[in-house]
């Protein structure tokens, strides 16, 4: 399948053709429909700016004062058990280092495996196709395991680390990576890379100066399908960096918070809260890219 | 020709070897530990071939988590992809604001399930309850998450919401690659709406149910985020004679035996037997769908 979603489209003998009731009925379903779907997110928002006693009162009911909010943000900050802030940092530190190693390392090596054609490199590549199939579950108990042998013989442990994370990171996101940019790579002519080799440019020029720029629509695609899947992730760090290490990311901050802070809800609905504003705040910003990199990269 | 081979080394070598470590070497460990005494302490290992297999179709626990895994997967599949191809007819029609519906309806995907569960949690536990006592519902006033009949229905209600609206994308996607021409002839035919859906539009989108279909159940089987905060798996009921947790899905299973209990071995035997069950299920479905394609 090679469809594109296309933003702007005219609808084409579809529902509600026939203007009129029919159409009437169909945008009352429509909004209906979607202020079912916002709920949740209102009434966090709602419950995010009450005291606990408020929430016990009346969890529908709109808050006294909208102010509150703030009260239960500093609250949750100022919070010594967990580190809210610092685990937006480190969130963030881990998300940007393996979205960086992850599409480089995964395009260098689909445009070598792409242009090296040898019974190897499609052995390769069929390696990282068959392993799509396995499991986190299968694998994540003897990672742990392996991840400290490894750690011990290079005298530099995996675990609990931002390089360790970030690596596994690569491990896991390359199958999926390589196999996106490998459709791409396919599809580019070749004349533009020998024609750069003619003129003297060397393999490593050609792929920075002449490939990454092409791959460019599919590199937005990889960031977007990658980025989501390792900000919301939570068992992986939850075995690598633990539920108690010096590392922490957003999930892990907010199952540790909630767990200390049985039914608070004032509490735990702020902290979903700001765990979800970073993304809501990228989708607001770029709605169309994360649409379109998502829906593509299930369909290819 | 030479130094080509050793630059096309060194931009394979850090993602194969990193897929090497991360993935193929575990995988193969994990073969191997699931037939030891593995306990996540001890350095040597014994080799107790498949005792560990053997031992989890004796656990009611397991047999129950198995079940009601097949059973929220199936209920799942058919959720979600109705309401995902419902709504993609909504948003492909000329109500007002389709592209404003469609990225709204996205939304819920964009956030992980540890934190859906959590809200979810609250809606069941205390927006639910309290509309019910308010309106007088007998039905909303038990949390719908704390009764055993009701749980899996409240998980995949809030799967359903979570994830109905990035199928509904890979329909859109796919409606708008059925040719208009084809449509405007079976119009001209004068073949009414619901004859259009099921006799064109459906037949021509037969590679996107495949990719749903498929996504739909690696999703639901695989699930443990917003089982690990919506539920827990809770609530305990009787299975078998023996206490179970009435909402433990197998990927929950599988991590507390090795989590709660320390029965690492046991833990990896049961995580091996996801692994060839979902493969299983996968490739039935994705040849099944596949020829199913071909006729169409």
């Not at chain 1, 960096?241 to 540790?256: D, E």
Request: net charge positive.
């Amino acid at each position: 399948m090679s469809t594109k979603v296309k933003t702007r489209h005219q609808p084409h003998a579809s529902l509600g053709e026939r203007r009129g009731a029919g159409l009437y009925v169909l945008e009352i379903v429509a909004i209906l429909i979607f202020i079912l779907f916002m709920m949740p997110f209102v009434l966090v928002i709602i419950n995010s700016s009450k005291t606990a006693k408020e929430i016990i009162n009346s969890p529908v009911a709109l808050p006294e004062y909208w102010g509150q909010i703030w009260t239960n943000v500093v609250t949750i900050f100022n919070n010594p058990s967990t580190d809210y802030l610092g685990a937006f940092i480190d969130s963030t530190i881990i998300t940007v280092l393996s979205l960086t190693v992850i599409t480089l390392f995964s395009a260098m090596c689909a445009w070598a495996l792409v242009r090296n054609k040898t019974k190897w490199s499609t052995v390769i590549f069929m390696f990282f196709v068959a392993a799509m199939v396995i499991p986190f579950q299968v694998v994540m108990f003897p990672l742990v395991r392996w991840f400290k042998i490894m750690g011990d013989f290079i005298r530099l442990p995996l675990l609990g680390t931002y390089h360790g994370i970030t690596f596994a990171y690569l491990g896991f996101g390359a199958s999926m990576t390589i196999f996106i940019f490998h459709g791409f790579i396919k599809g580019v002519p070749l004349e533009l890379e020998e024609a750069a080799t003619i003129d003297g440019c060397s393999q490593t020029r050609t792929f920075f100066e002449i490939v990454i720029p092409l791959l460019q629509p599919t590199i937005v695609t990889v960031l977007i399908l990658n980025g989501i899947w390792i900000w919301n992730d939570y068992l992986l760090p939850l075995l690598v960096l633990g539920s108690a290490g010096a590392v922490q990311t957003i999930p892990l901050a907010v199952t540790a918070f909630a767990g200390s802070y049985l039914k608070q809800w004032d509490l735990i609905l702020t902290s979903t809260l700001l765990a979800m504003i970073p993304i809501i705040v990228l989708y607001l910003f770029a709605q169309k890219y994360i649409i379109k990199g998502m829906v593509e990269g299930a369909i290819k | 020709m030479k130094r080509r081979g050793i630059v096309d080394f060194l931009f394979i070598f850090p993602t194969a070897f990193a897929f090497l470590m991360v993935i193929i070497v575990p995988f193969f460990m994990g073969i191997y530990y699931a037939m030891t005494d593995w306990d996540g302490v001890k350095t040597v290992l014994n080799w107790v071939g498949f005792k560990n297999f053997t031992g989890m179709f004796s656990e009611p626990q397991f047999i129950y988590s198995f079940q009601i895994t097949l059973l929220y997967t199936v209920i799942n599949i058919v959720l979600v992809n109705i309401a995902g191809f419902l709504m993609s007819l909504l948003a492909t029609s000329r109500v007002k604001g389709r592209n404003f519906y469609r990225a709204g309806f996205f939304v819920p995907n964009l956030i992980g399930g540890i934190v859906l569960g959590y809200i979810w949690q609250f809606m069941f536990n205390n927006v639910f309850v309290d509309m019910g006592k308010a309106m007088g519902l007998a039905a909303f006033q038990t949390s719908f998450i704390a009764r055993k009949e009701t749980v899996i229905w409240a998980m995949s209600v809030v799967n359903t919401w979570q994830y109905a609206g990035y199928i509904m994308m890979i329909y859109v996607a796919s409606i708008q690659s059925i040719p208009d021409s084809v449509m405007e002839a079976a119009n001209v035919d004068g073949a009414n709406y619901i004859t259009r859906v099921f006799k064109i539009m459906m037949p021509m989108m037969a590679s996107a149910f495949t990719i749903t279909i498929f996504l739909t159940l690696t999703n639901s089987f695989k699930q443990f985020d917003l089982n690990a905060t919506l539920t827990n798996g809770g609530p305990a009921m009787l299975y078998m004679g023996k206490a179970v947790r009435a909402s433990q899905l197998l990927a929950m299973d599988i991590y507390r035996t090795a989590n709660q209990f320390n029965l690492m071995a046991p833990a990896q035997a049961k995580a091996v037997v996801f692994f060839v069950v979902l493969v299983v299920f996968s490739l039935v479905q994705v040849y099944l769908n596949k020829r199913r394609e071909v006729e169409a």
